[in-house]
């Protein structure tokens, strides 16, 4: 199973299209689930509510800005080697004031997309694009560059 933790509800329909549209696609592939929590001025509320949300066999994979860069392939592979000794990927997307340090001591990595900064609702689209695209290059079947 994959899930996403985030912070914060998509109010734009056109995100909400997009990310819909991403899930039905992944889970032809893998069961899929997003869970939104509410976001706070207070990270480390926010990662009390996130830690509740992950089992000790969970693989944590953090987005956030100081972490590692990969690409498409290296994520494909990432995710494919991962399921053979964990039950579960956990993707967690922070609030705009980010993400508790004691979310990130728990991360099996720390992973980034960018040094850009990114409205949630984009992100939550481009992470599930890029899982979306990862499933594609695990079973070899085409997709665009």
Known sequence: MIKIICLGKIKETYLNDLINDYLKRINKYHKIE???????????????????????????????????????????????KTFITNPTITFVIGSSTGIDDSVKNRADLLLSFSKLTYPHGLFRGILLEQIYRSFKIINNESYHK
Request: aromatic share 4%; with cysteine; charged share 30%.
């Open 34 to 80: 997003i869970i939104e929590l509410k976001d706070t001025d207070n990270l480390t509320e926010e990662a009390i509510n996130i830690m509740k949300y992950i089992d000790n066999r969970d693989y944590v994979i953090a987005c956030t800005p100081e972490g590692k860069q990969i690409d498409s392939v290296e994520l494909s592979t990432l995710i494919d």
